[in-house]
């Protein structure tokens, strides 16, 4: 076979496969943590989530993706034009072929419910551990708590 007639053959194939994949036009966020469902089933335009592979906007017809979910801001912007952030722990993110997506926290709250200088004397706190911990368990655990801290304290101002 020609190099010509396997590029066509490819190319329906793949036209065929994209058509095939029924991509929805609206996207339905589910976005819950253990302390509050904040979506359930929601139509929104977009949603900006801090991801370990960086961070990434989530709009209708997304390829699907599996990712996890480092301490930072996830934005949901609404249909009806308005935004709303919120602190996110850890946890992960799903984005399947319909256009549905998953954001499943371990912890969760509303940005403006943070309290900064809270957070600031949490950092300080959780330093102190760092520096001082004597085994290997309790540097990782005061490190994973000075990571949220600065993210917490980034997320507020």
């Known amino acids: 076979m020609s190099f010509v007639k396997n590029a066509r053959m490819l190319a329906v194939r793949g ?13 339905k966020l589910t976005f819950a943590a253990a302390n509050k469902t904040f979506y359930d089933n929601a139509e929104v335009r977009q949603v ?3 991801s370990f592979s960086g ?10 993706t599996l990712a996890v979910l480092k301490p930072g801001v996830v ?3 609404e ?12 946890g992960t993110i799903s984005v399947n072929e319909d256009s549905s997506v998953q954001v499943l926290a ?8 943070i309290d900064v200088n809270e957070a600031r004397q ?6 102190s551990a760092l520096s001082s911990a004597s085994s290997d368990e309790a540097k990782a655990e005061a490190a994973i708590a000075v990571e949220c801290c600065e993210a917490l304290i980034k997320a507020a101002e």
């Open 106 to 113: 371990e912890e969760a709250h509303s940005v403006t419910d």
């Open 79 to 90: 249909n009806d034009g308005k935004t709303s952030k919120y602190f996110v722990s850890s």
């Open 75 to 77: 934005q949901v912007y």
């Open 48 to 50: 900006d989530v801090p």
């Open 122 to 127: 949490l950092l300080s706190q959780y330093q």
């Open 15 to 27: 036209s065929r496969m994209i058509q095939s994949r029924g991509y929805a036009d609206e996207m």
């Open 55 to 64: 961070s990434f906007g989530i709009l209708a017809k997304h390829v699907p």
